[in-house]
């Protein structure tokens, strides 16, 4: 099935991967300062235990690292009221009292950065060197909007009749539920939590069944900041109790907004549930990012935005280049410095070793469906170039693929895994064509020096954030958020703190002209 030559390239690669893997098998122990290893769920201000508790497990060992608190509807209702009740004060806060608890909260963060990275590591198994990253990225939205806490300006408008004067004022929507995915499980909370209590509204976080520890840890310097009990609340759940969960977060009266992050399945039918309320949503979805290479590239640059686009974690993010359009002058080139790359700069391994740079994905599931998509593009014709294989427990072999078409399932659906799927394309048109041609829009990128091309498809893409010869770019000051399927509403930058707010017109008459 595979070609002479990529068989000879896997089973180089391959011997490199199973030395490196020996490492995993090693005992890591998740060893961090006590308070911040909570596993109770946080409601109004106190740690209670559930009825039962659910594992989290490390994805590269299989251990278990602790066991949480398995909170149902009973709890999810208790933290809505807690959060309702202590709403009533947090939004007569002023302004500069809650911007000084997110920066309080923002220091500790910092100060705890290295064991909270630690956590990151052992439960979703990212590199140490991007859980830092990581928790570099998720304070800054906490530094951020603690400055954007000060700056929610309403408007004076100028009215068209003398005795009377039009105000637009906004205020914070009420209690938000917070759903957030496992991939960045400290960042895609305070990414929402940040904006959500500058703006004065409180909060329910319900964290993935896998990394929940994140969470508890964000709780945890929440209370030590001053956070008054009430404001943030969280309950962790398995994967039984999630619908369950879920179903109140989305739909109790007392909930005006649902702030989501994950698969746009989910996502649609979180949306279904909040319109019989008729709630507020933010919905932050899955990509299938289109990184397109023209002949006018930089090369150098473009392989090393396409390995930071493609292998950070794992390939598990939702911005992750899914689908590399190389133009036919610059093809073999590219696959090669590309194949160089790979072999130079990945390392498979645990993350918790320094040298590691490439971890499990999060389960097995997820490892099947990856090496399902390359099976898929071997078999309609791909050239395997590198790896290709599902490795013991869920880490898969970085892979490389080239001559990959449209009907592939890897062009077809979001792959999350370290899967490099490489098509050829002849002209500007043809690559916006393939780009575009997907239910989803959330981050495309692309390689040129051409100004005018630059412009051209910085505008044709379909997408909610462009990279131009760049590869990563988020970041508290730009702004994050989809088109199509990849969701509603923006988090991030002077617009992210707008979806934690209404607008409400007041007309002041009867005023002597
Ligand atoms: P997922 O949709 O399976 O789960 C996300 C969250 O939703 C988890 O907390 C999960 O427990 C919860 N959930 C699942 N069913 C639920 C229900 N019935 N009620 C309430 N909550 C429910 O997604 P995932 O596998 O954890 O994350 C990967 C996906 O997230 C990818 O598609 C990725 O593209 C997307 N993602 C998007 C962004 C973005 O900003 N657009 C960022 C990161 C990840």
Redesign the pocket.
């Given at each position: 099935m595979f070609s002479a030559r990529a068989l000879r390239l896997g089973a180089v690669f391959r011997t490199r991967i199973s030395a490196l893997h020996t490492s995993v098998r090693r005992s890591h122990r998740l060893d961090v300062a006590a308070p911040l290893l909570r596993t109770q769920s946080y409601i109004n201000g106190r740690w209670s235990s559930a009825a039962a508790v659910f594992p989290v497990l490390d994805p590269a060992t299989g251990q278990e690292l602790a066991r949480v608190s398995d909170c149902g509807p009973g709890e999810a209702k208790r933290a809505v009221d807690a959060a309702y009740e202590a709403f009533q004060s947090w939004k007569q806060h002023t302004a500069k009292e809650r911007s000084l608890l997110l920066r309080k909260w923002f220091n500790l963060m910092i100060q705890h950065k290295d064991d909270l990275a630690k956590i990151i590591t052992f439960e979703s198994g990212k590199p140490m060197s991007e859980s830092l990253g990581e928790i570099s990225y998720s304070s800054s939205f906490l530094e951020w909007f603690s400055e954007e806490a000060r700056r929610v300006y309403g408007d004076i408008v100028p009215s068209p009749l003398k005795d009377r004067k039009m105000l637009l004022l906004k205020q914070p929507v009420g209690v938000a539920s917070i759903?957030?995915?496992?991939?960045?499980p400290s960042a895609?909370i305070t990414r929402k939590v940040g904006a959500a209590l500058a703006a004065g509204c409180t909060v329910v976080i319900?964290?993935?069944?896998d990394t929940p520890l994140s969470a508890l840890a964000l709780a945890e310097l929440a209370e030590q900041a001053g956070l008054p009990a009430g404001v943030v609340n969280v309950v962790p759940c398995s994967?039984q109790n999630?619908?369950s969960?879920?179903?109140v977060?989305?739909t109790d009266p007392l909930v005006s907004k649902i702030s989501?992050?994950?698969?746009?399945?989910?996502g649609k039918?979180?949306l279904k549930m909040a319109a019989d309320t008729v709630k507020r949503a933010s919905m932050?979805?899955?990509?299938h990012a289109p990184f397109i290479v023209f002949d006018s590239a930089d090369l150098d640059r473009a392989v090393r935005g396409a390995m930071g686009s493609k292998f950070r974690n794992s390939g598990q993010?939702?911005v992750c280049s899914n689908r590399i359009l190389v133009q036919s002058g610059v093809y073999e080139e590219f696959l090669q410095r590309v194949g160089v790359a790979m072999d130079q700069e990945l390392k498979l391994g645990h993350g918790i070793e320094p040298t590691t740079t490439q971890g499990p994905l999060i389960n097995d599931r997820a490892a099947k469906k990856v090496a399902l998509q390359i099976a898929d593009a071997v078999s309609l014709g791909a050239r395997l170039l590198r790896g290709g294989s599902q490795l013991a427990g869920s880490f898969v072999e970085p892979t490389l693929l080239a001559d990959v078409t449209t009907d592939m399932l890897c062009t077809r659906e979001?792959t999350?895994g370290p899967v490099m799927p490489v098509l050829r394309f002849d002209t500007e048109e043809e690559a916006v064509a393939i780009a575009n041609a997907t239910n989803v829009g959330?981050a495309g990128y692309f390689f040129s020096r051409d100004v005018s091309q630059i412009w051209r498809v910085a505008e044709a893409l379909e997408v909610g954030m462009v990279g131009v010869n760049e590869g990563l770019l988020s970041a508290p000051e730009g702004l994050?958020g989809?088109v199509k399927q990849?969701?509603l509403g923006r988090e991030g930058s002077k617009y992210g703190i707008d979806e934690y707010l209404h607008v409400k017109y007041v007309c002041f008459g009867g005023l002597q002209p």
């Open positions: 759903i957030t995915p496992w991939n960045f895609m319900k964290p993935a069944e994967r999630t619908p969960v879920g179903h977060l989305c989501f992050t994950g698969s746009t399945a989910t039918l979180l932050e979805l899955g990509g993010t939702c979001e999350f959330l994050f989809g990849s969701g």
